[in-house]
């Protein structure tokens, strides 16, 4: 098991940046996988971008490509999402997923959570 909590979340216009951030408890970060998922209003919580365990294996979700970029710091048990071109179709509660090895791209098959972080992006 770890410990999530995400920060880095706000309110920022559309074109701009934000980045997120993820500390991790526990000493064996370097052996989970990890990602984002986010969740907007009246929406189904959806997978946006996972890197495993190592970091030489990344993926995204095709609404986010090319305008997101996932990263991990084993050092600092920190795993980021750089997100630019942020579009108002962004704007959601994002949540940091950890599991073993590799994160699922299905919500259910992810047991540790973080609490989330709002981001707003306005028009």
């Known amino acids: 098991q770890v410990q999530l909590v995400e920060s880095g979340g706000g309110l920022v216009q559309a074109g701009g940046s934000l980045r997120l951030s993820c500390a991790a408890s526990?000493?064996?970060?370097?052996?989970?996988?990890m990602g984002w998922f986010r969740q907007a209003p009246g929406k189904e919580r959806e997978f946006v971008a996972r890197?495993?365990?190592?970091?030489?294996?990344?993926y995204y979700a095709d609404s986010v490509k090319g305008r997101f970029t996932i990263s991990r710091d084993n050092a600092k048990n920190t795993v980021y999402l750089q997100m630019n071109s942020l579009k108002p179709e962004d704007t959601a509660i994002y949540y940091c997923?950890?599991?073993?090895?590799?994160?699922?791209?299905?919500?259910?098959?992810?047991?540790?959570w973080g609490q989330g972080t709002q981001v707003t992006v306005s028009s």
């Open positions: 997923a950890a599991r073993l090895l590799s994160v699922s791209t299905t919500r259910s098959d992810n047991k540790n």
């Open positions: 526990g000493r064996t970060f370097s052996s989970y996988g």
């Open positions: 890197i495993n365990w190592n970091g030489n294996n990344i």
